[in-house]
C-alpha cells in the first residue's frame, strides 16, 4: 500500500493520523466506566477485549467479539476481518472522542468507528462509518453498530426490561420499534447494562442472546426482516450510522438503573433537541377535539379569546384548515380573510402560533399529485399507495380525503419544505405539527403494507428496501433545516409519522422536539389515568417534556385532574374553549403562571423520577411521580389519588443529599408543610393527604 497516499487520504477526510505506538491496545476510560480494544498492526483485527463497571470491578466483555457487523456488496465486514490503520483520542470539554481507521477486505472502502465518553458517566456511545474511496456503488445492508459478546456477572438470574423499561421478560430477546433502549439486569449482584439504540422507527434491532448465547447486536433491521435497513454508497462519500451506547451500572433495584446517570446522559448529551430550545410554552392548545375539520375565523377568534384569560402560551390550528392536503391553501369558506389575520390575532392576545402540516400525505386530486405522480410512494401492485389507511377515495377533498402518500426522498421533500417555510414566514409560526405516515404506517399492521415498491430516477433509492432509510432520514433532514432556518421554531412528530402507535426514540427527539405519543379521547377519571401510564410506561428512556398526549379536554368537569395529570408529561390541551367556566379560566391562569415560576427556577420539566416508589396508575391505587433537578436540589412532586378507599399515602424520595435540608411548600395552601433533611425523605418521606376521590396533590421541594 502507498502509505503516503493513504495519509493524504487521511488528512482530507478530517481524520487525525496519530504517531504510530508499539502498542497494541487503546484505552478508553473515565471514573465510572472502562472500555479496553485490542489489535495487530501486522493482521486484521480490532475488538474490544474488555468492557468494565467500575462500580463493581466486573468485566462484562467476553472473547470472541466481532465488535461491529456490516454487509458491503454481499462482503461482511467486522472487526475481525478489518485491520487497524489508525486511531485518535481527543478530549473537548467533559466529552472525550475515540476514532479508528480500519482498513477492510474490499480495495479503497474504509470503515471508521467512533466512541464517545461523557464525563464521569458509566456510558459509551459508538457509531459506524463507511468510507468508499473506491470506484463502485456499495450497497450497505446488515448493520450492527454494536455487536459484542457480553455478559453482565453471569449467564443465570439475568431479567430484560424492555420496552422503556415497562415489560419484564428474559433472555433470549429480540426487541422491536419500542426498544430505544434495553436493560439487562442481574438480580443477584445486582448490576445491569442498558443498551440504548438511536436507529429511527421500526429500522431499530436490539437482540440479547437471540442469534447466540452472550451475543448483543444494537444496530438496524437485516435485510432479510421487515422494515430492513438498505442504503447506497457512491463514491466518494461518506456514511455514519445512527448510534449506540452502552451504559452499565450497580443498584439494587432495576429501576434505580433508570435513574440517574443515566438520567443525566439523557438530559444533557444524548442530543434532545428540545433542551436547547429556549422559551418554551408551557401551556398548549390545540383545535383538534371537538372541532377537528369544523373550523373557521370567527371559532377560532372565539377560543383564543378565553385561552388568553387563561394564560395559555401557544394555540395551534390542526387538521383541516386548507383546501388540498398536499398544496396547503388556505380553504377560503374556512378563512375568507386568510390564515394571516387569525394568526395576528392569537398573538395580539399574548400566544405564540402552530400549525397543522402532513409530512407526506396529499390528497390524490392535489395539484402536487396530478403534476408530479412520479412522486408518489407505489404499492406492491403498482397504484398509488395511502399507507396511512386503508381509505382508497379518489374524487374527495376535505381535510384527509383521497389520501395519498408522496416520497420524501424525491423532489416533493423540497416542495414540502418551500411550503412549510413559506407559512412559518409569513404567519410567524412558533410550532409546527407533522402528521401522517411517511413510510410505515401506526394503523396497518401487514408490513406489505409500508414502503415503497416503485423506484425511479426521481426517487433516492433503488429498491423498496432502501426507500424505508431513506424516507426517515429526509424526515429527520427536514426537521434538522427548519431548525436551521428558524432557530426558534417547535417541531412536533406524531406517532402517525413516525411509524407505530405510542412509538418515540432517540432519533426522533435528536431532530424534533415533540412527539405526539397518541390521543386518548376519553374524560375523567380514565383519560387522565391514561394520561399518566403513558408518562409511566414511557419517561424512563424517552423525557416526559417531549411526549404531547392528545384529546384532554380544557372544558372536561374535574379539569383540575386532567390539567394535573398532563403537568407530569406535558400540558397540551384540546376541547371547546368558548365553554371553559370562569372557576376553570381561573384555575388555568393561577396554575399556570405558577408552573411558570417554577420552571424559571428550577427547570423541572427536564426531569422525571420515579423509581420504585410509585406505580403505574390503576383506577385503585395511588401514583405520581418526582420532577426534581437534581443539580438544584428543587423542584415539583405530584401525587395522585385514583379511587383508593386511603385519603392518605406516604411517599419517600431516595436520591436527596442526605445531610441537607428541604422545604416542602404547599402553593394551594400557601404554606410550608415540612422541613427535612435528605435522609429522612429517604428513610421516612411525607404523608400525602388527598381528601377526595380522584385529584391530585402538588408539592414543591427546595434545599435550604
Known amino acids: 500500500m502507498n502509505y503516503r497516499r493513504l495519509t493524504i487520504l487521511l488528512l482530507f477526510w478530517g481524520f487525525v493520523l496519530p504517531v504510530f505506538s508499539q502498542q497494541d491496545s487503546v484505552l478508553l476510560e473515565n471514573s465510572a466506566v472502562a472500555r479496553k480494544f485490542y489489535f495487530r498492526r501486522d493482521s486484521a483485527g480490532f475488538f474490544t477485549a474488555a468492557f468494565v463497571n467500575k462500580a463493581s470491578g466486573k468485566n462484562y466483555a467476553n472473547p470472541g467479539t466481532e465488535e461491529f457487523n456490516i454487509t458491503v456488496n454481499d462482503s461482511l465486514l467486522n472487526g475481525k476481518n478489518c485491520r487497524y490503520l489508525s486511531h485518535s483520542l481527543q478530549k473537548t470539554g467533559d466529552t472525550t472522542v475515540l476514532r479508528v481507521l480500519l482498513q477492510t477486505t474490499l480495495p479503497g472502502v474504509f470503515v471508521q468507528l467512533g466512541y464517545q465518553l461523557f464525563a464521569e458517566i458509566p456510558l459509551i456511545r459508538k457509531h459506524v462509518g463507511v468510507i468508499n474511496k473506491s470506484n463502485l456503488k456499495l450497497r450497505l445492508t446488515n448493520l450492527d453498530v454494536e455487536h459484542m459478546n457480553f455478559q453482565v456477572v453471569d449467564k443465570y438470574m439475568n431479567e430484560v426490561h424492555a420496552n422503556y423499561g415497562s415489560f419484564l421478560t428474559r433472555v433470549p430477546y429480540k426487541a422491536d420499534y419500542n426498544d430505544a433502549a434495553v436493560m439487562l439486569y442481574n438480580t443477584i449482584a445486582k448490576q445491569g447494562a442498558i443498551f440504548g439504540n438511536e436507529a429511527p422507527s421500526v429500522l431499530k434491532n436490539t437482540e440479547i442472546y437471540s442469534s447466540k448465547h452472550g451475543l448483543i447486536q444494537v444496530g438496524m433491521r437485516h435485510i432479510n426482516e421487515t422494515f430492513p435497513f438498505e442504503t447506497n454508497l457512491a463514491p466518494g462519500d461518506t456514511f455514519t450510522s445512527p448510534g449506540a451506547f452502552i451504559y452499565v451500572f450497580s443498584a439494587d433495584t432495576w429501576e434505580e438503573g433508570f435513574e440517574g446517570s443515566f438520567a443525566s446522559y439523557t438530559r444533557k448529551y444524548a442530543g434532545i433537541h428540545l433542551f436547547t430550545m429556549k422559551d418554551k410554552p408551557l401551556l398548549m392548545y390545540n383545535t383538534w377535539q371537538p372541532f377537528q375539520a369544523a373550523m373557521d375565523e370567527q371559532l377560532i377568534k372565539d377560543c383564543a379569546d378565553k385561552l388568553a384569560l387563561a394564560g395559555a402560551d401557544l394555540f395551534t390550528i390542526d387538521a383541516g384548515w386548507y383546501k388540498y392536503l398536499g398544496d396547503y391553501d388556505t380553504d377560503p369558506a374556512k378563512f375568507p380573510n ?102 410505515n404506517s401506526a394503523y396497518l399492521h401487514d408490513p406489505e403494507q409500508s414502503g415503497d415498491y416503485e423506484s425511479n430516477e426521481q426517487k433516492l433509492y433503488p429498491d423498496r428496501a432502501a426507500s424505508y432509510y431513506s424516507n426517515y432520514m429526509r424526515m429527520l433532514q427536514l426537521m434538522d433545516e427548519l431548525h436551521a432556518a428558524f432557530p426558534d421554531l417547535l417541531i412536533d412528530c406524531t406517532f402517525e409519522a413516525w411509524g407505530r402507535y405510542n412509538v418515540s426514540d432517540y432519533a426522533l427527539m435528536q431532530h424534533g422536539d415533540y412527539d405526539w405519543i397518541v390521543n386518548f379521547d376519553v374524560p ?81 420539566t427536564q426531569y422525571h423520577q420515579t423509581y420504585d416508589v410509585f406505580d403505574r396508575a390503576t383506577d385503585k391505587n395511588w401514583d405520581g411521580c418526582y420532577r426534581i433537578n437534581t443539580e438544584k436540589q428543587a423542584g415539583l412532586l405530584f401525587f395522585y389519588r385514583n379511587n383508593s378507599n386511603d385519603s392518605a399515602r406516604n411517599f419517600t424520595i431516595p436520591f436527596l443529599q442526605p445531610q441537607s435540608r428541604y422545604r416542602i411548600y404547599s402553593f394551594e395552601k400557601n404554606k410550608t408543610i415540612a422541613i427535612l433533611t435528605g435522609e429522612e425523605l429517604k428513610q421516612k418521606g411525607i404523608t400525602v393527604k388527598a381528601p377526595g376521590k380522584y385529584t391530585a396533590v402538588v408539592l414543591e421541594i427546595e434545599k435550604e
Open 338 to 439: 386568510g390564515l394571516k389575520l387569525v394568526a395576528d390575532y392569537i398573538r395580539s392576545k399574548g400566544m405564540k402560533v402552530g400549525l397543522w402540516f402532513s409530512a407526506a400525505g396529499v390528497n390524490g386530486g392535489s395539484s402536487v399529485a396530478l403534476q408530479h405522480p412520479e412522486w408518489l410512494i407505489k404499492t406492491k401492485d403498482m397504484k398509488n399507495a395511502n399507507l396511512h389507511d386503508t381509505r382508497r377515495v379518489t374524487d374527495s377533498s376535505g381535510m384527509d380525503g383521497a389520501l395519498r402518500t408522496m416520497s420524501l426522498a424525491s423532489p416533493y421533500y423540497d416542495h414540502m419544505k418551500t411550503v412549510i417555510s413559506k407559512y412559518v414566514n409569513d404567519l410567524q409560526l412558533s410550532y409546527i405539527k407533522l402528521d401522517f405516515a411517511i413510510a
Open 524 to 604: 375523567p377519571p380514565d383519560g387522565p389515568i391514561n394520561v399518566r401510564q403513558m408518562n409511566y410506561d414511557r419517561a424512563r428512556v424517552i423525557p416526559s417534556a417531549t411526549m404531547n398526549i392528545g384529546n384532554m379536554q380544557v372544558n372536561f368537569t374535574n379539569a383540575e385532574y386532567v390539567y394535573f395529570s398532563l403537568a407530569s408529561s406535558n400540558l397540551c390541551m384540546m376541547g371547546d374553549a368558548r365553554k371553559m367556566t370562569g372557576e376553570q379560566i381561573a384555575f388555568y391562569k393561577k396554575w399556570n403562571a405558577y408552573f411558570k415560576s417554577c420552571e424559571a427556577k428550577y427547570q423541572y
